[in-house]
């Protein structure tokens, strides 16, 4: 039977451990992503318009103030459901290294400096759940199951900047509240990490759910479990308000899906109030407790149902335009269920937090008293994480995170059996075993590999190019030469645009946007003299595309008379003036003659 290990929470030998652990995972990535570190290739267009986000936060846009003006102008502007929260660290040290190195390395060392200390702190959350319950050899394994986990990489990699590595950090902080074997200081923990985890995004939610069922679940089982729940949601309304006063401050009530509105937070105050009661009632009848559950969770229930019925239905995507939904959105695949993905993609998702979710059952049938309830909730939290990567696929890098300390255990147990075999042939089969379970899509690459290319969307053996191949920074002396102006772009370029030069553009693909996401579609997937109608009507100025770039032979797929399909065969319009440039870098542009 596994029993408790009573160990300091950050002794010097393990922040060692771990500090090694980083510093070389940390070295292969700089290794990796080196050539596009120095080129400016971003990971995701988000990441280039979160760097747009803290540009305009550093020249003077109030903290408060998240509408992207330089985005369907038009209209006034797109605001943004983005947290400052996100941006401060990135604020912060491209404001301490500017004086030193100038503006540009300043922004290319905050680009890999705060993805790799979000790293580093995720790495050394996770190997401490393995060093206070398990040991030294789990936690060293800890750090090596998340540095071989793509879905966690890729979150927390050079020029990763977007909201998501953060989210892993507080999912871990709030698992490590559970450690705590204070209640109160546990639930404080708990309730300050979630709360913190939902300013930065609403994405959490689910989780968040869950979490406090566990501790409901804590307080049912063991009455004097209570302070963990009622410590966690008081600590959670509390915090939560504050931060939204110091994100949002106090002049938008508005109620949004996509991020924290006073109407969340009178949630969590009636559910905290009602929580906060009802522990003054123990001890009493499981009935009444399990009825004040009802009453705290039902309750925020029918305020959400009230007063924002199509929040529980879609979120903050329950409004988009058809179009946008159906062209965009449905093509967002980190956003999809883990069955629109690749296998490969899929199996990096699924398989390793399975096999930690067997672990930690196994792990609490195995221990006693304090830690079977421990790994009992680890495992519930675990598998909601599953089940939500499984539905919402860019999720899976926390349910990966999550999966590494009892993976580590798992993997401790493999290897103990390893060694005692004798013959060479079953060795060597159980380790093939252990590398598929820590790196689950390998076997099917290796199948891809040796089987015969499959023709692409665009054409045989030809593969659509991504946004990043498309070097608009190549381009950035050819557009500051010309007078400002908008620029119809694919949504997946228009990013770039903004963060290499002056213009404005017609839409960016973010959903709060949608009204001009729906009018770049229609344009690109009517004919030419529509799109001239619609432009002109607009006052566009230029127009900008990449041949070659997925989003931009999607439309020319499914209107082959259109307008994008026209710029795709390089057949632009004659009401097109082709803007000459020094070089070749796959992007194509053009100024929209004046009548």
């Keep these: 039977m596994l029993v408790e290990r009573r160990r300091a929470a950050f002794p010097l030998e393990f922040l060692t451990r771990v500090g090694i652990a980083w510093a070389i995972v940390s070295a292969l990535l700089l290794a990796i992503n080196w050539s596009a570190i120095i080129a400016g290739r971003f990971p995701d267009p988000d990441d280039i318009m979160r760097l747009v986000q803290v540009r305009d936060l550093i020249g003077g846009q109030s903290w408060f103030d998240l509408t992207q003006y330089r985005v369907d102008v038009a209209s006034g502007g797109v605001p943004m459901h983005w947290s400052r929260l996100v941006d401060l660290p990135l604020a912060l040290v491209i404001l301490v290294l500017t004086p030193l190195v100038g503006s540009g390395a300043a922004e290319t060392a ?81 309730g300050a990490a979630l709360a913190t985890w939902l300013s930065i995004s609403i994405e959490g939610l689910p989780l968040a759910a869950l979490f406090f069922a566990v501790l409901a679940l804590r307080w049912f089982l063991k009455r004097e479990a209570r302070v963990w729940l009622v410590s966690a949601i008081q600590s959670f309304a509390v915090l939560g308000a504050g931060l939204f006063v110091l994100t949002r401050g106090v002049s938008d009530f508005a109620t949004y899906c996509d991020a924290i509105s006073p109407l969340h937070l009178l949630m969590f105050a009636w559910g905290a109030g009602v929580l906060s009661v009802l522990s003054r009632f123990e001890p009493a009848p499981r009935g009444v407790i399990l009825a004040g559950f009802a009453v705290a969770g039902g309750g925020a229930l029918a305020m959400l149902l009230a007063s924002a019925p199509q929040c529980a239905s879609g979120g903050g995507f329950s409004e988009l335009d058809p179009l946008v939904a159906r062209y965009w959105h449905a093509n967002v695949l980190e956003g999809m269920p883990i069955w629109r993905q690749s296998l490969t993609t899929a199996l990096q998702y699924a398989v390793t937090p399975a096999i930690a979710l067997v672990a930690s059952i196994n792990l609490a049938l195995r221990s006693g008293d304090w830690l079977r309830a421990f790994w009992r909730d680890y495992a519930i939290v675990l598998g909601g994480a599953l089940l939500i990567s499984i539905l919402i696929s860019r999720a899976g890098a926390v349910a990966g995170v999550l999966a590494a300390p009892p993976l580590a255990w798992q993997l401790r147990q493999w290897l103990r059996s390893i060694r005692v075999m004798k013959r060479p042939a079953p060795r060597l089969a159980a380790l093939i075993g252990v590398c598929c379970a820590l790196l689950p899509a390998f076997p099917a690459m290796l199948l891809a590999s040796a089987m015969p290319a499959r023709a692409s969307l665009g054409g045989a053996g030809e593969a659509p190019v991504k946004a990043v191949e498309c070097r608009i920074r190549d381009a950035a002396g050819v557009l500051a030469a010309l007078p400002k102006g908008e620029f119809y772009a694919p949504l997946d ?14 839409a960016t693909g973010h959903h709060r946007g949608h009204e001009a996401m729906r009018v770049l579609i229609e344009t690109a997937l009517a004919d030419e003299a529509e799109a001239k109608a619609a432009l002109t009507e607009r006052g566009t100025s230029y127009v900008a595309i990449c041949p070659s770039l997925a989003e931009a032979r999607m439309y020319a797929r499914i209107a082959p008379e259109g307008f994008a399909a026209d710029l795709v065969s390089g057949n632009a319009p004659d009401w097109l003036e082709p803007v000459d440039q020094a070089q070749s870098n796959g992007l194509k542009l053009w100024r929209i003659k004046s009548e």
Excluded at 146 to 173: E, K, N, S, T, Y
Excluded at 493 to 506: G, K, W, Y
Aim: aromatic share 4%; charged share 15%.
């Design 110 to 190: 905050a680009l890999v400096i705060v993805p790799l200390v979000t790293l580093g702190i995720a790495m050394l959350l996770a190997a401490r759940i393995a060093w206070r319950l398990m040991g030294d050899e789990e936690a060293t394994l800890t750090t090596l199951v998340v540095a071989l986990c793509v879905p966690v990489l890729f979150q927390l990699g050079p020029m990763r900047i977007d909201h998501h590595g953060w989210q892993i950090v507080c999912a871990l902080a709030a698992v490590n509240g559970l450690v705590s074997r204070s209640p109160r200081k546990g639930g404080l923990i708990i």
């Design 493 to 506: 370029i228009a990013p770039e645009l903004l963060l290499v030069s002056d213009h404005t553009v017609l």
